[in-house]
């Protein structure tokens, strides 16, 4: 970052974000909680901590956690494509899929971020 | 999952031949099935007549007794019983509970697992919540543990024939895994471009689809036929587990707990066992009973179900169900495992019982750490047959801590007033009454260092609107850095947990981050509940109360000179999204 000056102002903020990266380990607390902007920024696949629980955080994002291992990456809400993923069997260990267990999953509720109080839990 | 998003739209394109494969599957189980042509002498012959009568109309016996499928199999009471519930499920298979539970218990005893093959894998029985990697193959981790935990391959054993089987089942249900992004960004089948160069070691390269690679090592590693199982099926016994059992255990966010269990024979069915327990919270004092049934498959696994009286763990009124899962050792001394409840199986004990006989037992104290210099420290010992009058020199603390007096004995709890001298060595202490020594029982420290929230990354689900929440407790223990004086190495002293103030703190992910408004509260004791489930209006996009947060736990600083500076620890809280298919439940205590 030595050799690059920002030219705009989002790249400022990156640069002052990036400064002021907290000196210790996190667990002690040290640091601002202002500092350590974290998710969306890394690439690769996550580091610890991990969160493992359930069948699968290892999709690709997974399902509780995005790629860096926080929720800002997740599709939000949910709701919103809880029936892509029904429809498509996208995520069969999570979501109930349409082709076996659940054919009906969407009987009562036609848009599941309206009427998502209307769908069930599934127990395969 | 935005990041899959164009990946996925093309997969749809793929639903209307995935359709037509489960028509396919669907109508599979109307037709009789034929039996495998295993290898000829592999195979397991099925005696039992229900499980003929029930299962017989699809799965053929042949003339050895072997059924179709079935026999080539071995798998945990866990695993049989999902098998179980799909062949209800999807297969059309009519079932009274009472069969099923019978059809259960006889596969699991004839065709389970030996306790060696199952000991690596008891967490997941026990739903703990752990980070398990399969290091053996990177393939088949890759291909099964993408959707659910690799413990679940690992509680089977088939034949070669039947772990082709498994992936057919696999890709018959759930046609996109052929081609979905997993691990690596491929699927069951190759979606990368054919390699045409020799590796780096000369080798020519191995372009077979992952699932193929998968199950060469599977059908390797994982075989019907074991040592371990020969050896375990034929010296198996029905377990007599009948008797008195002094239980020693941890829960998060209350620390240790003593106390003991009566375990007695149900004769109204092979293998099982009611039990009475009596246990109390070291570090409060609280006494918890509970009651339970358990059943017993393969001679070890110890499955259980019971209720704690009220008052007890699990909320007010107490009457909460309790899982208890267990592993007896084979010498019908010890069974350790976790006993445990909420939605998701997130509140538990984990347990260790001991089968006492008539001598002394020491389990521990209802302190974790004695301070340097301290005087009429109160302190109990807990444990069983401890003896009726002892005197202060027949309690052995070690090195500077001394028993100035015995305040009260029973036969599992002894009272005492302890000193330890200013210049006591600091380290783990051994507690020993009338010849039995509980090793490492407490520490001697001289003064708290630092503070450690546990678990270090915690995760909780949000709920209650409709689907249900997951908690998550957490503890603070203080640390002493040991006699190196270093933060963070092997010596450092555990002193207990400690009574410290909880906060949450903003995990800043992105800019303008505001998970700590929406995603729940911590209470007093660290127990963090989150909040409703479903889109909230109030945040942007209208993001569900999910969020990543700090969980800060502060304790006023041992020196009165730095009074402004309080000791502070602080861990990762990732509040998700709920699971909308509840794979490890029935939905009996829903």
Known sequence: MNHLKPINKKAARIERATLREPQGRPEQGRGTTEDDVVALQRTGLPQAPHFPVGCSLVFSPGWEADRTGGTAGLCQPVERDLFDCHIGCYWPAQVPDQLNHAPDWTAKCAAAQKDWRKIDLIFP | ?590
């Open chain 2, 1 to 590: 999952m935005s990041e899959c998003k164009m990946l996925k739209q093309t997969f749809h394109t793929a639903v209307g031949f995935a359709a037509g494969l489960a028509f396919v599957v669907a109508a599979a189980p109307a037709r009789a099935q034929t039996p495998a042509a295993p290898a000829a002498n592999e195979g397991i012959p099925v005696q039992s007549d229900l499980v003929k009568a029930k299962c017989g109309s699809c799965h053929r016996s042949d003339d050895k007794g072997r059924m179709s499928r079935i026999s080539y199999r071995r798998a945990t009471p866990e695993n049989w019983e999902r098998t179980i519930k799909r062949m209800v499920t999807l297969n059309h298979a009519t079932l009274e509970p009472a069969d099923a539970r019978n059809i259960l218990k006889y596969l699991a005893d004839h065709q389970g697992l030996a306790p060696e093959e199952d000991r690596p894998i008891t967490f997941d029985a026990e739903r703990r919540t752990i980070e398990y990697s399969y290091t053996a193959d990177k393939d088949t981790s890759d291909t099964c543990s993408s959707c659910h935990s690799f413990a679940r391959v690992l509680s089977e054993r088939r034949t070669k024939e039947e772990w082709e089987l498994l992936v057919a089942m696999h890709r018959g249900y759930y046609p996109l895994v052929d081609n979905q992004p997993m691990n690596g960004g491929q699927g069951f089948r190759r979606t990368r471009p054919m390699q045409t160069e020799p590796d780096a070691d000369g080798r020519p390269p191995d372009n077979r689809h992952p699932m193929e690679k998968a199950l060469e090592h599977l059908s390797k590693t994982l075989p019907l036929t074991t040592p371990e199982w020969s050896a375990w099926s034929a010296s198996m016994q029905a377990p007599k587990l009948a008797g008195r059992w002094a239980i020693v255990g941890a829960q998060a966010g209350k620390g240790p707990i003593y106390g003991s269990v009566t375990v007695t024979a149900d004769a109204s069915a092979p293998d099982s066992f009611t039990t009475e327990t009596k246990y109390t919270v070291a570090r409060t004092g609280e006494t918890v009973t509970r009651t339970s049934k358990a059943l017993v498959y393969t001679g070890y696994q110890w499955r259980g179900r019971g209720t704690a009286g009220p008052g007890g763990p699990g909320g007010p009124g107490g009457n909460v169900t309790w899982r208890e899962v267990m592993f007896v050792e084979r010498d019908w001394t010890q069974m350790w495992g976790r006993w445990f409840t909420g939605a998701y199986d997130e509140t538990g004990i984990d347990v260790k019982l001991t089968r006492v006989s008539t001598g002394t037992v020491v389990l521990g104290t209802s302190v974790a750490s004695l301070k340097t210099g301290a005087t009429g420290q109160a302190m109990r010992i807990f444990g069983a047959n401890l003896p009726a009058s002892p005197q202060p020199g027949d309690i052995g603390l070690g090195a500077g801590v001394t028993v100035s007096r015995v305040v009260s004995a029973r036969p599992d709890e002894i009272a005492v007033d302890v000193n330890v001298a200013s210049s006591a060595p600091i380290g783990p202490r051994d507690v020993s009454v009338g010849g039995s020594v509980k090793a490492a029982a407490l520490v001697v420290y001289d003064k708290i260092d630092g503070l450690k929230v546990l678990p270090q990354a915690g995760m909780a689900r949000v709920g209650g609107a409709v689907f249900p929440k997951q908690l998550q407790q957490f503890e603070v223990v203080a640390m002493n850095n040991g006699p190196d004086g270093k933060p963070d190495t092997a010596d450092d002293l555990n002193l207990g947990i400690v009574t410290a103030k909880w906060s949450l703190e903003e995990y800043t992910a992105t800019f303008g981050d505001d998970d700590i408004q929406f995603v729940g509260t911590l209470d007093a004791n660290g127990l963090f509940t989150p909040s409703l489930d479903g889109p909230n209006p109030k945040r942007s996009g209208n993001r569900n109360n999910v969020g990543d947060v700090w969980v800060v736990a502060e304790l006023a600083s041992p020196d009165a000179r730095q009074a402004d500076r309080p000791l502070r620890a602080r861990a990762q809280l990732l509040v998700t999204v709920p699971l909308y298919m509840a794979w490890f439940e029935d939905g009996s205590g829903k």
